[in-house]
T-cell receptor
């Protein structure tokens, strides 16, 4: 099984450019999450989707938008990238409340 | 709002030493608790989890954790570490029973094992 798949794996953007990070899971999970990982700060939740058709802000939503396209896919969009958004982005999914989350391999984004 | 604190930012141990990594959370209600591990260059993998029942939970690779509700703690332990345990360890909490609940992570503890 592929599990949680993120594309692209690496990306370099110029300040002001936009891009969408893609995430897809094949485990029929209800909930999906986007995190960013920065040195010394752990993983911080950007947005999450408890179920298809719903999205909610996490800890650090500013500068991002998300779309839960269907049950499988949850995309993260940067409308106008800033150097402060340089980070490693992880997508995760899980079945529901009393289950653990499964993570993708991450997208390393650099904004210059 | 729920939060997770990991007070040890970097721990350095010799092989065969015992390990205890601290994790405290702030939430007064029902919680689910997790420890994840991230090996260099890889994504996060689950070490162990607590949902209910026995507060002493055992995970993979000889790790265990104890949930102490009165102390809002979920510390990770291993009696004898190996060089292959070199990684970053994250504690996480999922508060409440709402289907819209979030998983919040601590800042992580980097573990370095000297051969």
């Amino acid at each position: 099984n592929a599990g949680v798949t993120q594309t692209p794996k690496f990306q370099v953007l110029k300040t002001g450019q936009s891009m969408t990070l893609q995430c897809a899971q094949d485990m029929n999970h209800n909930s999906m999450y986007w995190y960013r990982q920065d040195p010394g700060m752990g993983l911080r939740l950007i947005y999450y989707s408890a179920s298809e058709g719903t999205t909610d802000k996490g800890e650090v939503p500013n500068g991002y938008n998300v779309s839960r396209l269907n049950k499988r896919e949850f995309s993260l969009r940067l409308e106008s990238a800033a150097p402060s958004q340089t980070s490693v982005y992880f997508c995760a999914s899980r079945t529901g409340m009393s289950t653990e989350a499964f993570f993708g391999q991450g997208t390393r984004l650099t904004v210059v | 709002a729920q939060s997770v604190s990991q007070h040890n930012h970097h721990v350095i141990l010799s092989e065969a030493a015992s390990l205890e990594l601290g994790c405290n959370y702030s939430y007064g209600g029902t919680v689910n608790l997790f420890w994840y591990v991230q090996y260099p260059g890889q994504h996060l993998q689950l070490l162990l989890k607590y949902f209910s029942g026995d507060p002493l939970v055992k995970g993979i690779k000889g790790f265990e954790a104890e949930f102490i509700k009165s102390k809002f703690s979920f510390n990770l332990r291993k009696p004898s570490v190996q060089w292959s345990d070199t990684a970053e360890y994250f504690c996480a909490v999922n508060a409440g029973y709402s289907s819209a609940s979030k998983i919040i992570f601590g800042s992580g503890t980097r573990l370095s094992i000297r051969p």
